[in-house]
């Protein structure tokens, strides 16, 4: 069961637009901490997308985008293209009673039609 | 470039110990703190626990505390992960992965991250 919970699935035409959903709760994402995005393409590491909720690192095309409000965060992909056929995954930090650290959700696989 | 190269995969017995290499290269490995993240076969990822290699400090998950140990050597800009008394669970890729940590405006993320290390545990 992970901390985040986003859709075990989505798909999508080429050429149109997806979003990816994430919510957290007042322990996380909703205590302020911003919320990350990674894509993994199958048999391999985990690479940054989005960081800060809506930042692009170098080399991400602008068709992913990202925001949050309150206890979720969103990840928007326009313009589908076969290549982003991957799982991916939001992350943010939780501190609670029961300690603080770094969670996940348990990942959304997108499947281009 | 930054760049976290790990060491290769494992086969352990239940109840035995595996340890992990990350070597990192391109960057100033004592300023920036390491963590090891897993995903067993099929899931999703899962932290486990990361240290700063200048203050030698380890923290862990609290799934994972009194069974996991992080280290780092700063001689060699390596990270280990070792993780005792091995069960079928802990099947899983084990990455090393760099943090970018801003605690005054609540950002914790990851910006690099290792191949991974694929550890099977059967008997």
């Known amino acids: 069961q992970s901390v985040l919970t986003q859709p075990p699935s989505v798909s999508g035409a080429p050429g149109q637009r997806v979003t990816i959903s994430c919510t957290g709760s007042?322990?996380?994402?909703?205590?302020?901490?911003?919320v990350h995005w990674y894509q993994q393409l199958p048999g391999t590491a985990p690479k940054l997308l989005i960081y800060?909720?809506?930042n692009r690192p170098s080399g991400v095309p602008d068709r992913f985008s990202g925001s949050k409000s309150g206890t979720s965060a969103s990840l928007a992909i326009s313009g589908l293209q076969a290549e982003d056929e991957a799982d991916y995954y939001c992350?943010?930090?939780?501190?609670?009673?029961?300690?603080?650290?770094?969670?996940f959700g348990g990942g959304t696989k997108l499947t281009v039609l | 470039q930054v760049q976290l190269v790990q060491s290769g995969a494992e086969v352990k017995k239940p109840g035995s110990s595996v340890k992990v290499s990350c070597k990192a290269s391109?960057?100033?490995?004592?300023?920036?703190?390491i963590s090891w993240v897993r995903q067993a076969p099929g899931q999703g990822l899962e932290w486990m626990g990361g240290?700063?290699?200048?203050?030698?400090?380890?923290n862990y998950a609290q799934k994972f505390q009194g069974r996991v140990t992080i280290t780092a050597d700063e001689s060699t800009s390596t990270a280990y992960m070792e993780l005792s008394s091995l069960r079928s669970e802990d099947t899983a890729v084990y990455y090393c992965?760099?943090?970018?940590?801003?605690?005054?405006?609540?950002?914790?993320?990851?910006?690099?991250w290792g191949q991974g290390t694929l550890v099977t545990v059967s008997s």
């Open positions: 992965a760099r943090e970018v940590t801003m605690i005054a405006e609540g950002i914790y993320y990851f910006d690099y």
């Open positions: 391109g960057g100033t490995f004592s300023s920036y703190a």
């Open positions: 240290i700063i290699p200048i203050f030698g400090t380890a």
């Open positions: 007042s322990s996380n994402i909703g205590a302020g901490y911003d």
């Open positions: 800060g909720n809506s």
């Open positions: 992350q943010s930090y939780d501190s609670s009673l029961s300690g603080s650290g770094w969670v």
